[in-house]
Each structure stands twice: as structure tokens, then as C-alpha cells.
Nanobody, 126 residues
Framework: QVQLVESGGGLVQAGGSLRLSCAASGPTFGNYAMGWFRQAPGKERQFVAAITPRGSRTDYADSVKVRFAISRDNAKNTVYLQMNSLKPDDTAVYYC???????????????????WGKGTLVTVSS
């Protein structure tokens, strides 16, 4: 069983930066691909970024490419999302996700995600 707890959300002005963290419990964190998703009010949850278990590969949604960076520290059981040049359209609840299959975390496989966090709210004011 893996529990995921996000932190780092908040209110920021457009053009600002935030770093989200996702702390995972359990000794098998290093086996899981990790990802970030977001859900804006009235919209479906969408893929943001993914990283393989050893961090050798990352993928991003086109809307955040260049501005966001995902990373992980397996020694700390933590995955991060550095968000720069934030826009009002980035306002959403951000969710951390974990799965043994990278394609699922990447958002391109129909398989259900193994684990989700409860989310952290990011609000970007104009």
C-alpha cells in the first residue's frame, strides 16, 4: 500500500512560481512511475507530467512543457513539480499519482491508476 500526500499549493500571481511536493509512504516508492495530474473547476482531470521510477525519462503535457519540471528523490520518497511562469489557466487542484506501469502515469493507457493523492490547490491570479 502506498499513500501519497501532496503539499506546496497556494495562491500565486501570474508569472510566479511554485514547487509542489508529493511524499509517498512505503518501501517500494522506487518501483513506481510517478505523475502529476490536475483538475480545473468544471473540467476533467488531465495529465500534467510523468517520471519513470529511476527518473531517466520525463514527459509533459504540451500546455506546461518548458514551464514545468518533474523530478524525484527516491531516497526521500518524494516527487516534485516545479512550476514556473504560472498562468491563470494553471489554476486547478493538482494530484500526485503512482503506478507500476509508466503508460498509465503518462496518461496514455486506459488502465486504472494504482494510487492517487488527495490533491493540493493551486490558484494563479491575473
Amino acid at each position: 500500500q502506498v499513500q501519497l500526500v501532496e503539499s506546496g499549493g497556494g495562491l500565486v500571481q501570474a508569472g510566479g512560481s511554485l514547487r509542489l511536493s508529493c511524499a509517498a509512504s512505503g518501501p517500494t516508492f522506487g518501483n513506481y512511475a510517478m505523475g502529476w495530474f490536475r483538475q480545473a473547476p468544471g473540467k476533467e482531470r488531465q495529465f500534467v507530467a510523468a517520471i519513470t521510477p529511476r527518473g531517466s525519462r520525463t514527459d509533459y503535457a504540451d500546455s506546461v512543457k518548458v514551464r514545468f519540471a518533474i523530478s524525484r528523490d527516491n531516497a526521500k520518497n518524494t516527487v516534485y513539480l516545479q512550476m514556473n511562469s504560472l498562468k491563470p489557466d494553471d489554476t486547478a487542484v493538482y494530484y500526485c499519482a503512482a503506478d507500476l506501469i509508466y503508460a498509465v502515469v503518462r496518461g496514455i493507457s486506459p488502465g486504472g491508476m494504482d494510487y492517487w493523492g488527495k490533491g493540493t490547490l493551486v490558484t494563479v491570479s491575473s
